[in-house]
Every structure is written in structure tokens, then in C-alpha cells.
């Protein structure tokens, strides 16, 4: 294939493939809910986003509900995602309808973003149209569809490795924007920690791997030091809500699920067992592992 085909073709086949999955959804034919979150669906994310959307019909901002706990800060939650911007898409459709909506940009955001980050790293074309592929069709983010705030996250993730990994490379004012913007998007996205975690080791991969000068460390550093201060507005009411709230799971209980779950290797290839509510769900490797055979 020529490089003219390819340009226009590996990017434009990504689109279709993916509407190819979305296209009952976007139809209105099929909710784009996993089983495993349902009753997060309908018990969290429902009631938060139908609120939200209520309160900008009203002209006013949803920081606090009467409906929950007799009164609830829910713009300190982080889950609830009360400054994400796409919560408007639930001002004009159903829940359903809407988060189908949603799901669709945010599942082609991965999948660009991966793309963008093999030729970010010197893959040709058509490795880094698989490694989109692989990444837009593996389970991770599939088998969390209805978990909104975490679906979110999941999705945004290789934006965030590729924005840093263009700054690293390349120490333009316009990087270093598109960064700090990329990044307090997920930030309010609703899955905080996941921001710092990735973090870590986006920082680890471009200073121990890539070899990143030392100029061009601290200049990734200030912008994501500027995206978490320009979220204070959502960071800091959560932490002051952190230590105003209890987990209703017992730590023993944690502490002998978790690590099963994690030692549980069969799972890389098969379905395995979610440790907190004997429930069965994809593991990601399994879901992608016949895909990369292929």
C-alpha cells in the first residue's frame, strides 16, 4: 500500500470498526452497560448524572443533594464527575441514550490515542493501527462499560501517555497545553488516583526508558503540577470528604480476597471469579488474547 492509502486508510478503518461495535447502541437498540457494573449503573451512576443534568436545567450547579444520606456534598464525590464536560449529553437524552453517547467518543479516544502513541514511538502504520485495535478491543474498558467515572478513566489513558510522550519529544508551548488540558480532563473525569498512578509511571517510562533530558522531565512535571492545581475545585472537597466517609466492606474481608484475586493466574486466560460479590467477569488478557493470536 501506498503511504497515501495508509494515512487514509488505517484511521478511517479504526472509525469504522468501532462503529461496527457501537452501532445498536448508538441506534438506541442496545444499552452499552456491562452486567458486572449494573448495580453501580443503576444505583450510582443513574441517580448522579439524572441529578446533574436536573440541576443545570435550573441554572445551577449540583454541589450538594438532599436525595442521599439525608444530604450529600455530591460535587466533592469524585465519582459523580460533577465538572466533567460531557455531563451535558444527559441534559438532552435518557440516561441510557446518553451514556451510549458518551461511551462511543471516549472509546474512540483509545483507540487514536493508542495509534497516535505507535507513531509517536517509531511503529510503522500498519503496528500501530494493531496496537489501536488491540487496545480499542481488548476488555479492560469493555467489560467496565456502565461504571461511567471508570470506563472514563480506562479511556483517557492513552491520551495521557501520548500528550506526555509528544512533550518529552518535543518541548512546545503547544504540548505542554495540550498536557495540562488532556490531563485535568481525566482528573475530573472521576477516577483521580488513576491519574497519579499513571503518572508514576509515565514518569518512570520517560526517565528510565526514553531517556528524557532533565529539562524536559521538569518541564512535564510543571504541566501536570498545573493540571492537579487547576482541579483543586475537585480535589479538594473529595479529600476533606475522604475523611468524612467509611467503607462499608470490612478490611478482613479485603484482605483475604484481594490477593487471591491477584494470584489468581488462570484468569489471564479465562473468565475469573470478582472477589467482593462471586461474580464472574472477562479478565482482560482473555478478552484480548485470541485477538493478538490472531
Avoid at 471508570?150 to 479511556?155: E, M
Avoid at 518512570?204 to 524536559?216: D, G, H, S
Wanted: charged share 10%; glycine share 6%.
Amino acid at each position: 500500500m501506498s503511504e497515501r492509502f495508509q494515512k487514509i486508510f488505517f484511521p478511517a478503518s479504526i472509525f469504522l470498526i468501532g462503529l461496527v461495535f457501537f452501532l445498536q447502541p448508538l441506534a438506541g437498540t442496545r444499552a452499552w452497560i456491562s452486567e458486572v457494573y449494573m448495580v453501580e449503573t443503576f444505583s450510582q451512576y443513574l441517580p448522579y448524572k439524572n441529578f446533574i443534568a436536573d440541576c443545570f436545567r435550573q441554572s445551577c450547579f449540583p454541589l450538594w443533594t438532599h436525595n442521599c444520606e439525608c444530604g450529600f456534598p455530591l460535587g466533592a464525590h469524585p465519582q459523580a464527575a460533577s465538572f466533567y464536560p460531557l455531563n451535558l449529553l444527559y441534559l438532552f437524552f435518557d440516561y441510557i441514550r446518553a451514556s451510549n453517547f458518551y461511551s462511543f467518543p471516549h472509546a474512540l479516544v483509545l483507540s487514536y490515542a493508542a495509534y497516535g502513541c505507535g507513531r509517536e514511538l517509531k511503529f510503522n502504520r500498519f503496528g500501530s493501527w494493531i496496537l489501536a485495535l488491540t487496545s480499542g478491543l481488548a476488555g479492560f474498558h469493555l467489560f467496565s462499560a456502565g461504571c461511567i467515572s471508570f470506563y472514563t478513566d480506562i479511556c483517557l489513558i492513552p491520551l495521557a501517555y501520548l500528550l506526555s510522550l509528544r512533550l518529552a519529544h518535543r518541548p512546545i508551548f503547544f504540548n505542554f497545553l495540550a498536557l495540562v488540558l488532556g490531563t485535568a480532563l481525566q482528573f475530573l473525569a472521576g477516577e483521580p488516583e488513576m491519574v497519579i498512578y499513571q503518572t508514576v509511571f509515565i514518569l518512570a517510562y520517560l526517565l528510565f526508558v526514553e531517556r528524557t533530558p532533565a529539562k524536559n522531565m521538569l518541564l512535564l512535571a510543571l504541566a501536570l503540577g498545573t493540571a492537579w492545581l487547576g482541579c483543586m475545585v475537585q480535589a479538594l472537597p473529595a479529600a476533606d470528604l475522604v475523611f468524612h466517609s467509611y467503607r462499608r466492606l470490612a478490611g478482613a474481608a479485603v484482605g483475604r480476597s484481594y490477593p487471591e484475586f491477584l494470584a489468581d493466574f488462570a484468569g489471564l486466560l479465562a473468565p475469573l471469579r470478582f472477589p467482593f460479590r462471586e461474580q464472574l467477569m472477562p479478565s482482560p488478557v482473555y478478552l484480548g488474547f485470541f485477538f493478538l493470536v490472531g
